[in-house]
């Protein structure tokens, strides 16, 4: 008896069927030095794991698109930022970018995801039992303030009448307060993450201090809704808080108001 072949059209969808489905990229752009958030030597860093976690989780491999980072005397600076990574494709997404204000003139080009955590300049000082931004020229009479040079901390110093000194680096800021060069500092609070110091944490940032972090997409991007849910779901299941411990992450709750120009100028008003 003469076995007949399968028609050509059925051998065609059993091939097919047969070959496994290649899993989509998801494409994060990171710094190369950036800890809390990445590290490249490493592989590791808040964000990285989290959306190494997140891209498990959506089925999709995750890939890292390391980046230079900024040039130095920056820390919240869009220069810090790889949008144009992001606009020309090389990346899906760009994690950690501090509010609309950081997109500028792309505003329009990127929709950035709800935000995820918060960040802001803190106090690093020995604890206090209360510490409010008014009351800071008070506590320091008479003693310095380090701030790290050319940072948004330095001008808010400056601003509020602060007796500041300058440094080039988060580090040297807080060894100032270690060996006693300095009474307090002004520092962004993932540089203290990073150097794995405590801020003050009875202070209260003000709002000209304060930033959400959101993951930036291509605007229209239909991986948008997906990373929306998926960052909302590792919220619920303690991922995020977990990582954010892991790493130093002191704010995983978005602030209610945030910087903006009119919040920086107020940041002078009443502290001196």
């Known amino acids: 008896m003469t076995r007949m072949a399968p028609p050509a059209g059925v051998l065609s969808i059993l091939l097919w069927a047969a070959v496994p489905v290649q899993a989509e990229d998801l494409r994060v752009c990171l710094l190369e030095d950036d800890l809390p958030r990445a590290h490249r030597a490493n592989a590791s860093g ?4 989290l959306f190494r976690e997140a891209a498990n989780r959506l ?3 995750f890939v890292p698109v390391w980046r230079p980072n900024a040039p130095p005397y920056s820390e919240i600076d869009d220069t810090d930022l ?12 760009v994690p950690s970018v501090p509010g609309q204000l950081a997109l500028g003139r792309l505003a329009a080009a990127i929709d950035l995801s709800p935000p995820y955590y918060a960040a802001a300049f803190e106090i690093y000082m020995p604890p206090m039992d209360r ?4 009351a800071l020229p008070e506590v320091a009479a008479g003693h310095r303030v380090a701030v790290r040079l050319q940072s948004l901390g330095h001008f808010a110093a400056e601003w509020a009448g602060l007796d500041w000194t300058s440094l080039p680096t988060a580090a040297d ?3 100032a307060v270690d060996d006693g060069r300095a009474t307090a500092a002004l520092i962004w609070g993932p540089a203290l993450g990073r150097l ?3 801020p003050v944490r009875v202070f209260e940032p003000p709002p000209g201090l304060r930033f959400n972090e959101h993951a930036a997409m291509r605007s229209g991007d ?26 130093g992450i002191f704010r995983t709750e978005p602030f209610p108001t945030v910087s903006s120009p009119a919040a920086i100028r107020a940041l002078g008003e009443g502290a001196q």
């Open 46 to 49: 808040f964000d990285h794991d």
């Open 82 to 93: 790889p949008f144009d990574e992001l606009l020309d494709g090389v990346c899906d997404l």
């Open 59 to 61: 089925g999709r491999n």
């Open 173 to 175: 800021v807080a060894a």
């Open 196 to 198: 794995q110091k405590e």
């Open 131 to 134: 510490l409010e931004w008014t």
């Open 222 to 247: 239909s991986l948008a809704p997906e990373i929306e849910q998926m960052l909302e779901e590792l919220r619920r299941d303690g991922t995020l808080q977990r990582l954010a411990d892991r790493y």
